[in-house]
């Protein structure tokens, strides 16, 4: 077999064996979509839509006292479709996320 044959062959399964990894993770691929969250009142909650899986809110915060230093909220694993709440407190908030897990 040439050079230029042995190429083509290479390329040629390396973009087969891509495709079947790629054609797989797709069912896999479900996690909590379509996430939202909300703070007001000292809560903050997460919600999302679609998908599989759960989802919980995290909230992380600078205490006032800077030798306290930051302060990690996290809500309760929820699944998709209903909220993850959890009370923070009157801090001031440095991020929020929302963790998701398939």
Known sequence: MNAKRRVTAASSTV???????????SGASAA????SYTIANLTASSF???????????VMQRHFLPE?????????????????STGIT??????VQIQRRG
């Open 15 to 25: 973009l087969l064996a891509a495709t079947l990894v790629l054609g797989t993770a």
């Open 90 to 95: 009157p801090h001031e908030i440095l991020y």
């Open 68 to 84: 306290v230093g930051q302060i990690p909220i996290y809500g309760p694993w929820q699944p998709v479709g209903t909220v993850s």
């Open 48 to 58: 999302c839509a679609s998908g599989t899986g759960e989802h919980r809110i995290f």
């Open 32 to 35: 909590p979509q379509d996430c």
